[in-house]
């Protein structure tokens, strides 16, 4: 009972101490205004490991010097007349008035967005398909993930080679008809070599973005949406590709921003032929800057390329940002 006493007697003693603390703490507040409270920095107590700062800053300086001021100096070189060597003029916005009068430049740039579509749609059309279907209850899951995933992991260029291989020898002996002779060959068809082999090996990359969006879909959901009765096309569509549609939306933006730059595909299989009909932008970049004389020229043009790209990337992430339901 003593002891009970004691511990009583100390808490209404605590209970008075707070009061008058509160008392004294309003009698110093000005009449009408609540009490203002200390904003504290995020960052006053913080401490950072100065191995950090030596990580961080010469990787910053690296990706600066090899990145931002190449990129400046392309800038400034395209309101010039240089070759690439030598001496040169300052010649303003001829270059880029040029550009628009080039039909070479203007067929680049439609055969670019041309098969640029066709990739990206190919791509994630082809990586969901697998993606879900490697999501599945499947024997091997594992082993057919690592099989589909090795085209990334090769050289495109060392890739384009075997495949122009294919598309010369072994394709023409065995088709018939308009496969009798070499894709390669045709202006009409040698697009479809460079989309094909574009689609084989980008579709790996896809897949395993795809395949990290079904892992966060919750089991619970298919458990709930089977008792309802649901069927497979409905399971996916209603469920499966609005909840992975931050996944998508980033997929779409990268298997358009590759294909765009097609470049080791063109070079591999077609250098731009037969007759100029299969350059694209960044192949045209390449082959007329640094092997033709037209370094200023180009450098316009790849500086109008990064434009488009930026305006691109900038809309299309608007627009699937806008269509996500998560």
């Known amino acids: 009972m003593t002891s009970l006493a004691n511990a009583d007697q100390q808490a209404r003693a605590m209970e008075d101490v707070l009061a008058n603390d509160i008392d004294t703490h309003h009698s110093r507040t000005p009449a009408g205004k609540p009490p203002r409270k200390r904003r504290v920095s995020a960052f006053s107590r913080r401490k950072v490991d100065h191995a950090y700062y030596w990580m961080a800053v010469p990787a910053a300086v690296i990706f600066a010097v090899f990145l931002y001021v190449p990129f400046v100096r392309g800038i400034m070189y395209s309101f010039t007349n240089s070759q690439g060597y030598g001496s040169c003029n300052w010649i ?17 740039y439609l055969f670019t967005f041309l098969i640029a579509i066709a990739i990206t749609v190919l791509i994630n059309v082809i990586a969901l398909f697998l993606s879900v279907a490697l999501n599945g209850k499947i024997a091997c899951k594992n082993g057919f993930r690592a099989i589909y995933f090795i085209p990334y992991t090769l050289a495109v260029l060392v890739i384009g080679y075997v495949f122009k291989y294919i598309f010369m020898q072994p394709l023409p002996e065995l088709g018939n008809g308009w496969l009798s002779e070499s894709l390669l060959t045709s202006e009409r068809y040698a697009w479809i070599p460079i989309v094909f082999l574009a689609v084989w090996q980008g579709v790996a990359y896809s897949v395993l973005i795809y395949l990290a969006g079904l892992q966060t879909v919750d089991s619970e959901v298919y458990e709930a ?25 980033i997929n779409m933006v990268l298997s358009l921003k590759n294909s765009l730059g097609a470049f080791d595909q063109v070079m591999a299989l077609t250098k731009g032929g037969p007759d100029s009909k299969t350059e694209t932008v960044s192949y045209l970049i390449f082959q007329n800057g640094l092997g033709n004389g037209e370094y200023s020229y180009q450098m316009a043009n790849a500086v109008t390329f990064f434009i488009v790209l930026a305006i691109l990337a900038f809309v299309q992430l608007k627009f699937f940002s806008g269509k996500e339901k998560v």
């Open 92 to 108: 303003g916005f001829q270059n880029y008035f040029a550009l628009f009068r080039d039909e070479r430049v203007g067929h680049a």
């Open 225 to 249: 949406a089977a008792i309802d009765g649901v069927n497979a096309w409905q399971n996916f569509w209603q469920i499966t590709f609005p909840l992975i549609g931050p996944f998508f939306t």
